[in-house]
């Protein structure tokens, strides 16, 4: 039985009172238990901000970068390992896991070595210097500073080693301390990690915490320079953003919430083969991997009306391969969504669709048993595919299904629709556009790119260069406006700002120039 508990103030909880059972959801059974007790919100906020803080701002970002590196090669060291319990407590097949926590050591990495670059400075000056009058020794620069407080990363289920990560690789890099509170139901890899992060010697006191299961009061004990950067439902993000602490204090806030996600075949892929196959792969991987419970998964599947009978049976052949079950069983291709509570919405979900009269195509009836799994065990949900008459079909465009769930919607042919669909999204992750007709490409990203966060342009010259449009990378930014959460996410440099903080200054040229000479 594994015993899930928190690493906060520099040592781990020893309560065991309320214990909270953590499941196998290909079984149900009870693999251990997370103890939320003995957390003192306010006392780990504050050791983090007075031990860790100072730590950090005191290394250079070389020094940081080699702290992020140190700490990929310990995720990297523990990859079976960590794959294991992702299958065990995620519902992971094994492609799932790698897909988390390779992500997790890469993204690591990736901050690691950028930092190689930026040597023994500490801050990052903002442009260029900005001249202020006539006389060149008044002038202006900009700085980013680390923060002075905490980073407290609330994330969601699906990706407990990524999702910790990429967030951790920014703020870590940036100068300011960690404390990451993974979702209860899978957050035995975020542990996992933790205890080798420990166990490792890598981590200076105070720089990085864990706080499993509770943590309902963190939010209130936040100050001015503490920055939140939340992964989750959009109505948790609410209770967020309403938090009075959050108001009053101005704490500097950033989500990443639902998104309607579409994929777009243009009006040229009826006549591309390769274009076509990559369409449906596509389409197909983003339904099925992690059992449809990615933010970045395609939930709209925008195709030409004379193309849908074609995307209809290629899908359909893909689909009918499929095997749920234990995902820890030979022959299963796809696992169950990670709760009770997930599984009651996608079918909730689901059960919406098909009264708002969009045609069900598959995962109408379940299989008689599934390998691996007890007759009637496990939150499994059968990949559902769905058509509408057309794109504008209101219920596939009123919320997110976070599962295996995708909707055919027929459109005609025009950047003119596929813009109109982008818009009812209500603000989005990624839309992906297969397509040669530049024209075409051209009318959806003027149209469509305010409202997303991230456009995939796939063409014939670049077809299978790419991951896929649900992989988020290290280098491009990951958040969407509007449902999306208003957040950003990595991209490079620029997700460190948001724990740094910009400050204009103004003086004497040569005493800028002394005081950031290394900047
Ligand atoms: P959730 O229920 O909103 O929970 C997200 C996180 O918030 C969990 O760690 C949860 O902890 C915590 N939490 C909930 N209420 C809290 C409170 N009052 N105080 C402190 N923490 C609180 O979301 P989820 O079910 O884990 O994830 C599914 C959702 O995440 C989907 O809607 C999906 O769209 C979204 N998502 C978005 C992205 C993105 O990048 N945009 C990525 C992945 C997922 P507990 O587990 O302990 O309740």
């Not at 992702?86 to 070595?113: C, H, I, M, P, S």
């Not at 030409?304 to 749920?324: F, K, N, Q």
């Not at 769930?405 to 992906?432: F, N, R, W």
């Not at 959806?444 to 305010?450: D, R, T």
């Amino acid at each position: 039985m594994y015993k899930v508990r928190s690493f906060v103030s520099g040592e781990w909880t020893q309560s065991d009172s309320n214990p909270i059972p953590l499941l196998n959801p290909s079984t149900e059974e009870v693999i251990g238990h997370v103890y939320p007790d003995g957390v003192d919100a306010e006392a780990a906020l504050r050791f983090a901000r007075e031990v860790g803080g100072p730590t950090l701002r005191g290394m250079t970002f070389a020094e940081r970068g080699q702290l992020l590196l140190d700490l990929s090669s310990v995720i990297h060291g523990s990859r079976e390992e960590l794959f294991e319990l992702a299958e065990l407590n995620g519902g992971n097949t094994r492609k799932d896991a790698k897909f988390d926590v390779d992500g997790a050591w890469q993204t690591l990495a990736y901050y690691g070595n950028s930092a190689a670059d930026m040597g023994d400075n500490k801050y990052l000056v903002d442009g260029d210097d900005e001249p202020l009058g006539r006389n060149p020794r008044w002038c202006g620069r900009h700085v980013w500073m680390p923060r002075h407080g905490v980073a407290l990363h609330v994330n969601a289920f699906n990706f407990p080693a990524w999702g910790f990560a990429e967030k951790a690789a920014t703020a870590l890099l940036a100068g300011v301390p960690v404390v990451t509170k993974p979702a209860t139901s899978t957050c035995l890899v975020a542990h996992r990690i933790t205890e080798l992060f420990v166990e490792s010697g890598k981590l200076p006191a105070g720089v990085f915490s864990l706080v499993a299961g509770g943590g309902r009061d963190l939010m209130d004990h936040l100050d001015p320079q503490d920055v939140v950067a939340f992964t989750g439902g959009s109505d948790t993000a609410r209770h967020f953003r309403s938090n009075p602490g959050v108001v009053e204090k101005n704490v500097r806030l950033t989500i990443e919430a639902d998104s309607l996600n579409a994929a777009v075949a243009g009006p040229d892929v009826g006549d591309n083969e390769d274009l076509f196959t990559q369409f449906v792969t596509d389409v197909f991987r983003d339904m099925t991997q992690k059992a449809g419970q990615k933010c970045t998964a395609i939930r709209r599947i925008l195709v030409p009306t004379d193309l849908v009978e074609d995307v209809r049976e290629a899908l359909l052949e893909m689909l009918g391969t499929i095997r749920t079950g234990d995902p820890r069983t030979d022959g299963v291709s796809m696992g169950p969504v990670v709760s009770k509570r997930q599984q009651d919405d996608v079918l909730g979900g689901i059960a919406r669709l098909r009264e708002s009269g969009l045609r069900q195509l598959s995962g109408v009836d379940a299989p008689g048993s599934r390998p691996g799994v007890p007759d009637g065990k496990g939150f499994f949900v059968e990949p559902s595919l769905f058509e509408a008459e057309h794109w504008n079909h209101d219920a596939v465009h009123q919320g997110e299904i976070f599962g295996p769930v995708s909707t055919i919607l027929p459109y005609d042919g025009s950047a003119e629709d596929i813009v109109k669909a982008i818009k009812l999204g209500g603000g989005g992750l990624v839309t992906s556009v297969y397509s040669d007709d530049r024209k075409f490409v051209q009318g959806c990203v003027e149209g469509g790119a305010p409202f997303l966060g991230r456009m995939y342009l796939c063409s014939s010259k670049v077809r299978d260069l790419g991951a896929g449009p649900g992989t988020v990378l290290p280098m491009m930014i990951h958040g969407g406006p509007g449902r999306a959460g208003g957040g950003e996410e990595l991209g490079g440099m620029r997700g460190l700002h948001h724990y740094m903080q910009r400050t204009a200054l103004q003086g004497y040229r040569p005493l800028l120039e002394r005081l950031f000479s290394g900047a």
